[in-house]
T-cell receptor, first 113, second 112 residues
Framework: TQLLEQSPQFLSIQEGENLTVYCNSS?????LQWYRQEPGEGPVLLVT?????EVKKLKRLTFQFGDARKDSSLHITAAQPGDTGLYLCAGAGLRGSARQLTFGSGTQLTVLP | AAGVIQSPRHLIKEKRETATLKCYPI?????VYWYQQGPGQDPQFLISFYEKMQSDKGSIPDRFSAQQFSDYHSELNMSSLELGDSALYFC???????????FGEGSRLTVL
């Protein structure tokens, strides 16, 4: 079983602050995705990282995949209230279950105006 | 662009009743997944289908079953419902050769 641990579990910050969310595993993943979910809605894909060490930017969001493809981070610069939501990382297995995603435990972010 | 469509969006059932959820994946996506998400929890994988055949099985109770039909839509059948089955049930589809899932808006099941 490939487990993904996210930290922190809860994060409440003021508008304009920066933050980083971490996603860690002892297993190697072929790719890793980050999703954002709002209450009562399905998770929405933000980004997919595939190559170890890869860095992707999406406006104020920066995603990094660890060199060993076991961990990832999401950094948000100058957070806004619209960034509020549940952030989930999800890893795709290397073989066999490559079509199955393992979700992290999630980080509930609240950005206060 | 077409998205994953789930129905019904909300469903209220009593204990020991049966419920059926439907999922219509994005056209030309070859894999369908079902996830269960309890309050404050991350999505838990239930089952998936690849080209209409069951491909992976997760923590799906024996009381639940699912299938994918010739038109690629999928149905999740839940019998002998228990209070603990109350949750959001998400369907997701995945195009060939990518790891990205596209989720529907979910079906909220409430068991009274």
């Amino acid at each position: 079983t490939q487990l993904l641990e996210q930290s922190p579990q809860f994060l409440s910050i003021q508008e304009g602050e920066n933050l980083t969310v971490y996603c860690n595993s002892s297993s190697v993943f072929s790719s890793l995705q980050w999703y954002r979910q709002e209450p009562g809605e399905g998770p929405v894909l933000l980004v997919t990282v595939v190559t170890g060490g890869e860095v992707k930017k999406l406006k104020r969001l920066t995603f990094q995949f660890g060199d060993a493809r076991k961990d990832s981070s999401l950094h948000i610069t100058a957070a806004q209230p619209g960034d509020t939501g549940l952030y989930l990382c999800a890893g795709a297995g290397l073989r066999g279950s490559a079509r199955q995603l393992t979700f992290g435990s999630g980080t509930q972010l609240t950005v206060l105006p | 662009a077409a998205g994953v469509i789930q129905s019904p969006r909300h469903l209220i059932k009593e204990k020991r009743e049966t419920a059926t959820l439907k999922c219509y994946p994005i056209p030309r996506h070859d894999t369908v997944y079902w996830y269960q998400q309890g309050p404050g929890q991350d999505p838990q994988f239930l089952i998936s289908f690849y080209e209409k055949m069951q491909s992976d099985k997760g923590s799906i109770p024996d009381r639940f079953s699912a299938q994918q039909f010739s038109d690629y839509h999928s149905e999740l059948n839940m019998s002998s419902l228990e209070l603990g089955d109350s949750a959001l049930y998400f369907c997701a589809s995945r195009p060939e050769n990518t790891g990205e899932l596209f989720f529907g808006e979910g079906s909220r099941l409430t068991v009274l």
